[in-house]
């Protein structure tokens, strides 16, 4: 008997119920902290924040447990939390070349003020399952020798750049240029790059890796070198009216990247290298670089140059990017569609003894025609 | 908000808004989409907790609290915008910027309606954004007692009449030529001392005849 | 409240869940949708606390119209407790402690998916569609860019084509849900997916009608007493699905029926989809031709062994 979408309210009680046993899983194992979750597993919560659009670790590590480590189910309950929460006005911007720096490579330089510093990361490491993490008590405590960076000292490869005219300047906006925001205002297109951007920060890595990967190869090609990626803690500042200045609100951490880009020049414009842009929460390199990449593709216009591929097509890649959206259409096919499927059922059959009609009439008429012979 | 509340006023108290902003604000919007989807019909609005400085109307008032915030613009007719105390008022309860010119307005609010600025000052909207356009919003209306038209159009069922003043003279001409360049135009939102009536771009207007 | 709507029970929020700010957005969107009808006026979609493609469209729009005297009625398919209708319904008496209802009659607001109930609806009423795409054009033209100006030209040259090319095909046109409708002489509309049957009830509706479309971030509207037209040509003009056979529970004629297989051997039988309408007939003594069959007892609303 088929009662999956009469089921009604003791069907959903039940499912939710269930639901939670499963995710709870095997009671004799204890159960997952918040603190474990973010401390140990800090991709899935820096890309669940940045996805979510919240910066908040704990929240993110309860998403996590929550959405049985879906990451996606994960950014989607830090969303709907996100739109409940009061909005006192937008910060000021941050300052990424004044980052307490734990992570800083440049593709386009053998060294540069500042060093290259590695910092944590998986670059460089062999790919081999390692065993020693499967003990209870995995290895702990190891020193680390780490060299701390002198922050005044890092500046960014593109200022250096920019220093000798080499480097597009950055685009300059006048104080009081409203901020874009794609959660208050629908977007409509064409859309500005302060939307793209944002639409971008919000969107799903794996779309945007995708994009980022087509360009390379072959499909709207950027000439991408990974001018610097840096990963560090920078600071939050609001100006608050009453006092007349800026607060530090507190601080976040980022991963910025700047992708550096060839640009041959036109009439108004002389040769000179060109950025793409990339700011996400946490250490989400992959994500950082993929969004720096689709940002310069998506520059074409203002660049003089063609548009040939998907990854610079902006109503595309931004109608597209947010997963939020994407995984509720797609799921929604499991909604009960059985009205609409019941019209079609009626055409179809109409549709099918309509064809066999007329192959009938086709057949008696050729068997007519031959009688007639 | 707490802090406008001193720089604002001038040692003159502010008067109130909504005493239940959440249900007040849900009645009041109620009556006006009925009013709006049902061109010249008209529905009383439960004013009996404002007193709004004067010369803004406490049915005025409470539509400006249930549509208007910082995302509207609003424009005032020039007694409006002269009394201090009105916008006072409206800043305070609604947040709304008030603007000079009637073409940036998302609302205007007129309650000199005899000397009503054309029409077609306002915003019109524009062929592929037709919403983007100004809703006017007349005051100090009395409703059956002018000349009458004729309404058909989307929301009435065959034809109504509609009678309201003070307008201007040439009224009913701006307003017949604003609906025709539907899907552009203004909306038209009538408040009386309880009761109001609206007049989206869609209706078409005739002389009534007698 | 029902069961699902502790699924809400996570705090305190605002009557309706919406915020005061982001209810007056969306009651700005539906002035401008109510008196510009069947044009799509953007709005500043809120995220919801269920996914988009599940009504967060529809549930914008009900919360910013809802009162607490409103009576609310939601249905999906046409019936009040399929599983999603249930979970809407649950988030409403969560967060708005309203009245709700099962019967059309009663209910002051109606929030659907898909359908439109058989009885007609009145003056006192509105109608709340979730929409999925309000956009009639957009599988013809995927770019938002040109169908608002396809929308500002009033350029419908491709619709049309497409509806004739289904003639040329298959003798009639192809589309059976979600068929398009000429407001007020104005705006090609997508009535959202109702099945065609559906569409001559939207003209001349009594009730006002509203559309919302959540993750497309779209509200739009059919005043009442407003000229609909479902799209056709003179040579083969718009007709609407037949059924042969009346409703096997309550023997209502010329409505919508859901086939409900009973078996694997060919089993079938035809009910009524507005699951009110029926339940009302067969308690004023109508009984269709398969009331008394063991098989659609089951089907008839008697208790279910409900499973998950
Ligand atoms: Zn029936």
């Keep these: 008997m088929y009662v999956a979408v009469k089921g009604g309210e003791k069907a959903i009680r039940n499912a939710h119920k269930l639901l939670a046993k499963r995710r709870r899983g095997d009671t004799s194992v204890?159960?997952?902290?918040?603190?474990?979750?973010?401390?140990?597993?800090s991709h899935s919560v820096a890309r669940v924040m940045g996805e979510g659009s919240l910066y908040d670790e704990t929240l993110a590590a309860l998403a996590i447990k929550q959405s049985r480590g879906d990451l996606i189910e994960a950014a989607f309950l830090m969303r709907a939390y996100r739109t409940t929460l009061p909005r006192f006005g937008y910060s000021q911007p941050v300052d990424t070349a004044k980052m307490l720096v734990e992570r800083r490579v440049s593709a386009t330089y053998k060294d540069l003020p500042g060093g290259q510093v590695l910092g944590p990361t998986f670059d460089y490491s062999h790919r081999l399952l390692d065993f020693t993490l499967a003990a209870e008590e995995d290895n702990t405590g190891q020193s680390v020798e780490t060299v701390q960076a002198d922050d005044d000292a890092m500046p960014r490869v593109t200022d250096l750049l920019g220093d000798e005219g080499l480097m597009?300047?950055?685009?300059?906006?006048?104080?009081?240029?409203?901020?874009?925001?794609?959660?208050?205002?629908?977007?409509?297109?064409?859309?500005?790059?302060?939307?793209?951007?944002?639409?971008?920060?919000?969107?799903?890595?794996?779309?945007?890796?995708?994009?980022?990967?087509?360009?390379?190869?072959?499909?709207?090609?950027?000439?991408?070198?990974?001018?610097?990626?840096?990963?560090?803690?920078?600071?939050?500042?609001?100006?608050?009216?009453?006092?007349?200045?800026?607060?530090?609100?507190?601080?976040?951490?980022?991963?910025?990247?700047?992708?550096?880009?060839?640009?041959?020049?036109?009439?108004?414009?002389?040769?000179?290298?060109?950025?793409?842009?990339?700011?996400?929460?946490?250490?989400?390199?992959?994500?950082?670089?993929?969004?720096?990449?689709?940002?310069?593709?998506?520059?074409?216009?203002?660049?003089?140059?063609?548009?040939?591929?998907?990854?610079?097509?902006?109503?595309?890649?931004?109608?597209?990017?947010?997963?939020?959206?994407?995984?509720?259409?797609?799921?929604?096919?499991?909604?009960?569609?059985?009205?609409?499927?019941?019209?079609?059922?009626?055409?179809?059959?109409?549709?099918?003894?309509?064809?066999?009609e007329k192959r009938r009439q086709e057949e008696n008429g050729d068997a007519a025609q031959e009688a007639a012979e | 908000m707490e802090t406008s509340i001193?720089?604002?006023?001038?040692?003159?108290?502010?008067?109130?808004?909504?005493?239940?902003?959440?249900?007040?604000?849900?009645?009041?919007?109620?009556?006006?989409?009925?009013?709006?989807?049902?061109?010249?019909?008209?529905?009383?609005?439960?004013?009996?907790?404002?007193?709004?400085?004067?010369?803004?109307?406490?049915?005025?008032?409470?539509?400006?609290?249930?549509?208007?915030?910082?995302?509207?613009?609003?424009?005032?007719?020039?007694?409006?915008?002269?009394?201090?105390?009105?916008?006072?008022?409206?800043?305070?309860?609604?947040?709304?910027?008030?603007?000079?010119?009637?073409?940036?307005?998302?609302?205007?609010?007129?309650?000199?309606?005899?000397?009503?600025?054309?029409?077609?000052?306002?915003?019109?909207?524009?062929?592929?954004?037709?919403?983007?356009?100004?809703?006017?919003?007349?005051?100090?209306?009395?409703?059956?007692?002018?000349?009458?038209?004729?309404?058909?159009?989307?929301?009435?069922?065959?034809?109504?009449?509609?009678?309201?003043?003070p307008v201007p003279p040439v009224f009913w001409d701006q307003v017949a030529s604003n609906n025709n360049q539907f899907p552009r135009g203004i909306d038209l939102i009538f408040a009386g001392e309880t009761e109001i009536a609206a007049l989206p771009r869609s209706t078409r207007i005739s002389p009534t005849e007698v | 409240m029902n069961d699902t709507a502790e699924i809400y029970d996570q705090g305190e929020y605002n009557f309706a869940y919406l915020d005061e700010q982001t209810k007056r957005m969306i009651r700005r969107a539906i002035l401008k949708g109510i008196a510009i009808p069947g044009y799509q006026v953007p709005f500043a979609s809120r995220e919801m606390p269920m996914p988009y493609g599940w009504g967060t469209g529809g549930v914008q729009v009900t919360a910013s119209i809802l009162g607490k005297d409103d009576c609310l009625k939601m249905i999906d398919q046409g019936s009040d407790d399929t599983t999603n209708a249930v979970s809407l319904r649950g988030f409403f008496e969560k967060t708005a402690g309203i009245r709700t209802t099962y019967e059309t009659s009663e209910a002051t607001v109606i929030q659907t998916r898909h359908r439109i109930p058989e009885k007609n609806l009145t003056e006192n009423q509105v109608l709340v569609f979730q929409v999925p795409i309000p956009e009639p054009l957009r599988f013809l033209e995927p770019r938002e860019t040109e169908t608002r100006k396809m929308h500002a030209l009033e350029d419908y040259g491709l619709m049309h084509v497409k509806l004739y090319e289904d003639i040329a095909k298959n003798g009639h046109i192809a589309t059976t849900y979600a068929y398009p409708v000429k407001v007020n002489d104005r705006y090609v509309m997508d009535p959202s997916p109702t099945p065609k049957f559906d569409n001559p009830k939207i003209d001349q509706m009594e009730a006002l009608q509203l559309y919302g479309a959540g993750r497309e971030k779209r509200i739009y509207a059919i005043p009442p007493y407003t000229k609909v037209k479902s799209l056709d040509f003179e040579d083969y003009p718009f007709e609407v699905q037949k059924f042969d056979k009346p409703c096997g529970l309550c023997g209502a004629e010329n409505v919508y029926l859901d086939e409900v297989i009973l078996d694997d051997k060919g089993g079938r039988m035809f009910v009524c989809s507005d699951s009110d309408y029926c339940e009302e007939r067969r308690a004023e003594g109508h009984a269709g031709p398969m009331a008394a069959d063991p098989a659609a007892i089951q089907i008839g609303g008697a208790t279910v062994e409900e499973t998950i």
């Design chain 2, 6 to 165: 001193r720089t604002t006023t001038k040692n003159t108290p502010l008067a109130a808004g909504f005493q239940d902003p959440v249900h007040n604000a849900q009645t009041c919007f109620r009556a006006i989409m009925d009013v709006m989807a049902r061109p010249g019909s008209r529905k009383v609005i439960d004013t009996h907790d404002l007193s709004p400085p004067a010369p803004l109307t406490p049915v005025a008032a409470a539509i400006a609290l249930t549509l208007f915030d910082y995302d509207t613009p609003v424009w005032l007719d020039r007694s409006l915008n002269s009394s201090e105390a009105v916008k006072a008022f409206l800043r305070f309860h609604t947040g709304a910027p008030i603007v000079g010119e009637a073409v940036d307005a998302s609302f205007a609010l007129v309650s000199d309606p005899e000397h009503l600025i054309p029409l077609a000052s306002f915003n019109q909207g524009s062929a592929e954004y037709p919403d983007q356009s100004t809703t006017v919003i007349l005051t100090g209306q009395e409703f059956g007692t002018a000349p009458s038209v004729t309404l058909t159009g989307p929301g009435i069922k065959d034809t109504t009449v509609f009678a309201t003043g």
């Design chain 1, 168 to 356: 597009e300047p950055d685009p300059v906006t006048g104080e009081d240029t409203p901020v874009g925001d794609l959660t208050r205002e629908p977007l409509s297109f064409p859309a500005d790059r302060d939307l793209r951007l944002q639409n971008l920060a919000r969107g799903d890595e794996g779309f945007l890796l995708a994009l980022a990967y087509s360009t390379q190869r072959g499909y709207g090609r950027t000439h991408p070198f990974a001018g610097e990626i840096r990963y560090g803690e920078v600071e939050i500042e609001f100006f608050a009216e009453e006092l007349g200045f800026a607060v530090t609100l507190g601080s976040i951490k980022v991963t910025e990247c700047q992708m550096v880009n060839q640009f041959q020049g036109s009439a108004k414009a002389a040769p000179t290298f060109t950025r793409g842009y990339g700011l996400v929460f946490g250490q989400v390199e992959r994500k950082a670089m993929s969004m720096a990449m689709v940002d310069r593709s998506m520059r074409w216009q203002e660049l003089g140059e063609e548009q040939v591929a998907p990854a610079q097509d902006i109503e595309f890649v931004l109608s597209h990017s947010d997963n939020i959206q994407a995984t509720g259409f797609v799921e929604h096919l499991k909604l009960p569609h059985y009205v609409d499927f019941q019209a079609e059922l009626d055409l179809v059959r109409r549709m099918r003894d309509e064809w066999f």
């Design chain 1, 30 to 41: 204890p159960s997952l902290t918040l603190e474990q979750i973010a401390q140990q597993l």
